[in-house]
């Protein structure tokens, strides 16, 4: 248990009462459902993801994050502990069990449940790639956005509907962003893109294979795709053309060159090249994007 866990647990209880007054309790606010519980009997509390009454049609999220004590989150052969500064998410319904252990004192939580259709389907993709138990650091932004949001939703402050949808797609993008984070920590993220957006600068107007930048890392290409993805969430092939790409954007903003001058010198094979490849990525051609972003 960290030593502000205590501090935060008082924090949620202290936004829940503003609201409700119940800790057992929660109501909706448009889409968005909340709650602050503590639990103690571990027979009162055992919540099974196929039994929670949610039409398969209409599914909905949970999310849960432990404050002070733990509890137990299963799927499939797995098991994970959710103990301070731990969270879970997951689909309703969908074969997952969490409930209190019964050698568990107590497990102190905050909560949310949502239905908006367009969040439940980008958590669930994001449930497809990632666990469903992760760390959430109090003094981490996401953990900080957690309580923010909390407060805001008991409180009211959302002055109507848009601006309280605003703010749930913003604590959407903020549980993608820890996520992946966490999948892809920062620093080595960051210096593998680094890496290899200074070689394709470098070689910018010829051609080339990922297996050329894998044996400056004195790896086989296979290998150094590997790495590369599990890095930073994108395959190396990819990135190398959103640079290509990316210049190409800025001759056609700040140049009047001919597309076959401007792929000669971005890497493309020829005018036709870089038009399908621009295509696919912006859903232009380079002449509507020349137009749109040229006086």
């Known amino acids: 248990m960290t030593n502000d866990s205590p ?11 503003a609201w409700r007054g119940d800790a057992f309790s929660h109501r909706p606010f448009g889409e968005i459902y909340l709650g602050c519980e503590t639990r103690t009997d571990p027979a009162a509390y055992r919540w099974d993801g196929m039994q929670r009454g949610a039409d398969p049609r209409h599914p909905r999220i949970v999310f849960q994050a432990t404050l002070t004590g ?11 502990t959710v103990g301070p500064e731990t969270a879970f998410f997951a689909v309703l319904p969908s074969r997952h069990l969490y409930y209190l252990p ?31 138990v992760f760390p959430l ?3 981490s932004s996401f ?59 470098d070689n910018l107007r010829r051609s080339f294979g990922i297996e050329e930048i894998a044996r400056k890392h004195h790896l086989s290409r296979s290998h150094f795709s590997h ?13 190398v053309l959103e640079i290509r790409l990316a210049e190409v954007c800025r001759c056609l903003r700040e140049t009047t060159a001919p597309l076959k001058d401007i792929a000669s010198q971005t890497g493309f094979a020829d005018a036709n090249h870089l038009c399908k490849a621009f295509r696919r990525r912006y859903h232009l051609t380079p002449g509507t994007y020349r137009q749109q972003v040229t006086p």
Do not use: I, N
């Open 70 to 80: 733990a509890g137990c989150f299963e799927r499939g052969s797995q098991r994970w």
């Open 143 to 201: 953990g900080a956005q957690c309580l923010a949001f909390f407060e805001h939703t008991c409180q009211g402050r959302f002055a109507d509907h848009f601006a309280e949808e605003g703010a749930l797609l913003d604590w959407t993008l903020g549980l993608e962003r820890h996520l992946h984070d966490l999948a892809h920590p920062r620093d080595r993220r960051e210096a593998m893109l680094r890496e290899v957006r200074q070689f394709v600068q």
């Open 102 to 132: 019964v050698d568990a004192a107590e497990w102190s939580f905050f909560w949310f449940t949502f239905t908006h259709p367009y969040v439940v389907r980008r958590l669930a993709q994001l449930a497809g790639r990632h666990p469903p």
């Open 227 to 239: 790495r590369f993805r599990a890095a930073t969430g994108l395959a190396p092939a990819a990135y």
């Open 7 to 17: 501090a935060r647990l008082t924090a949620f209880r202290r936004a829940f009462r």
């Open 137 to 139: 650091p109090a003094e």
